[in-house]
C-alpha cells in the first residue's frame, strides 16, 4: 500500500515539474469523465500567452484534484482490506482457541479413560485372583469332607454287616464294654449324635424282664409302617409328629430354655458334640464356674452349675453346639437326656438312609425301647455309668 503511494507521489511531482508545451491531453473530467477536447495548435498559436497559462493551471488543478480523489478511494479501500484482514485474523483466533479446548478436552477424557480401564483391569485381575484363592480352599474342604464322609459310610456299613442282633460287636459299641475295660480308654473323644457313645443296642439282643409282654399298637405300627414307605426327617408327618410332641421335647425341655431350644435344634441337625472331661488323679475341689466355659483338664470331677438345669452337680462332660467354641458343662441326668434323644435321631437317620437291614416289626420295636429311653431318661433315670 505504502509503495503503491510512494509512486503515485513521485509521479505527480514530475508532472508538476514539466513546462507545459505543446498540446495537452487531460486524463479525465471532474464531471463525467470525458476526454477534455484537444486544443487546435493553430487557435494555440493565434492566442494570447494569457489564455495558455490560464488552461495551464486549470489543467494542473484537474490534475490535482484527480490525484486527490485517488488517494482517497485508494485509502479507503486499504482500510477495508485492512478491516477484512483483521476480521478473518479474529476468526481465526476463536477457531484456534476452540480446536484448543477441543484438543485439551480429548486428552484429558484419554487419560481418564486410559486410567479407568488400567484400574477395571486391576480389579478385574484381583478378583480373579480371590475367586481362584476361594474355588482351590472350597475344593480342599470339598475333598477333605468327602474323605471324612467316605470313612464315615465305610464305618457305617461295618457297624451294620458286623453287628447283628444276636451278637452286637462290643468293639464297635463300647457303651456295652463293662465299667473296668472302659477304664483303660485314655483321653477323650468328641462324640456327635452319631458316634459311637450314642450308638444303639437292638433291643430284642437284651433279655426281657421276667413277667414282660408287650404287643404292638395298631395306631402306631401303621403310622411307622407308612414312614417307612418313604422315610423322611420332616417333622409333618403323623409318625413323627407323635414321637415330637410324646417324647423329644419333653425330653429335650430344660429349665433353661433359650439354651433348651439350641440343643434341640443341634440335636435335630446332628451338630451336637458331647465331651467328657479330661480326668486326671488330683483332689476334687469345689470351683466356681461360668455356664459356659473353655476346656478344663485340671480336674477329674467339676462341681459347677449344669449349664441346662441350673443346678449345682458335678459336671463330668460337656457339650457344644455347632462350630461354635463355647462348652456347656452339663450334669449326668441331662447328658442321659441329651443322649436318649440322640440315639432315636440317629436310629431314625440309618433306617431313612437304608443302612438297618431288619424286618419292619423289628425296627418298630427298637424305635419303641429309644422312645422308652427317652420317657425314662425325662422322669430323671438313667445308668450309673453316665
Known amino acids: 500500500m505504502w509503495s503503491c503511494q510512494a509512486q503515485f507521489k513521485e509521479g505527480s511531482q514530475q508532472l508538476q515539474k514539466q513546462p507545459v508545451v505543446g498540446q495537452w491531453k487531460p486524463l479525465a473530467s471532474s464531471s463525467g469523465g470525458k476526454e477534455l477536447p484537444q486544443l487546435d495548435p493553430g487557435s494555440r498559436e493565434a492566442g494570447t500567452g494569457d489564455g495558455d497559462q490560464s488552461t495551464a493551471q486549470l489543467n494542473v488543478s484537474r490534475l490535482r484534484s484527480s490525484s486527490v480523489e485517488i488517494r482517497e478511494k485508494g485509502s479507503e479501500f486499504l482500510k477495508e482490506e485492512l478491516h477484512r484482514a483483521q476480521k478473518e485474523l479474529k476468526l481465526k483466533d476463536e477457531e484456534c482457541e476452540r480446536l484448543s479446548k477441543v484438543r485439551e478436552q480429548l486428552e484429558r477424557e484419554l487419560e481418564e479413560l486410559t486410567a479407568s480401564l488400567f484400574e477395571e483391569a486391576h480389579k478385574m485381575v484381583r478378583d480373579a485372583n480371590t475367586k481362584q484363592a476361594a474355588s482351590e480352599k472350597q475344593l480342599r474342604e470339598a475333598r477333605g469332607k468327602i474323605d471324612m ?213 423289628l425296627m418298630y420295636w427298637e424305635i419303641m425301647r429309644l422312645r422308652r429311653e427317652m420317657s425314662m431318661a425325662k422322669l430323671g433315670f438313667y445308668p450309673s455309668t453316665m
Open 149 to 361: 464322609l467316605q470313612a464315615e459310610v465305610t464305618a457305617l456299613k461295618t457297624l451294620v454287616i458286623t453287628s447283628t442282633p444276636s451278637s452286637p460287636n462290643r468293639e464297635l459299641h463300647p457303651q456295652l464294654l463293662s465299667p473296668s475295660k472302659a477304664a483303660f480308654r485314655k483321653g477323650h473323644g468328641r462324640n456327635k449324635s452319631t458316634s459311637s457313645e450314642v450308638v444303639t443296642v437292638p433291643s430284642h439282643s437284651l433279655p426281657l424282664e421276667s413277667g414282660e409282654f408287650r404287643e404292638v399298637d395298631s395306631i402306631l405300627f401303621a403310622e411307622f409302617q407308612a414312614w417307612k414307605e418313604s422315610p423322611t426327617l420332616e417333622k409333618s408327618c403323623s409318625f413323627l409328629e407323635r414321637i415330637y410332641r410324646e417324647d423329644v421335647w419333653p425330653c429335650l425341655d430344660f429349665t433353661k430354655q433359650e439354651l433348651s431350644e439350641l440343643v434341640r435344634e443341634a440335636v435335630e441337625q446332628n451338630t451336637l458334640t458331647i465331651e467328657p472331661v479330661v480326668t486326671q488323679a488330683l483332689p476334687v475341689v469345689k470351683v466356681s464356674a461360668m455356664e459356659c466355659g473353655g476346656p478344663n483338664g485340671f480336674r477329674s470331677q467339676i462341681v459347677t452349675k449344669c449349664a441346662l438345669s441350673g443346678l449345682s452337680r458335678t459336671c463330668k462332660h460337656r457339650i457344644r453346639l455347632g462350630d461354635s467354641g463355647n462348652y456347656y458343662y452339663i450334669s449326668p441326668s441331662c447328658r442321659a437326656r441329651i443322649t436318649a434323644a440322640c440315639n432315636f435321631f440317629t436310629y431314625i437317620r440309618y433306617i431313612q438312609q437304608g443302612l438297618v437291614r431288619q424286618d419292619v416289626e
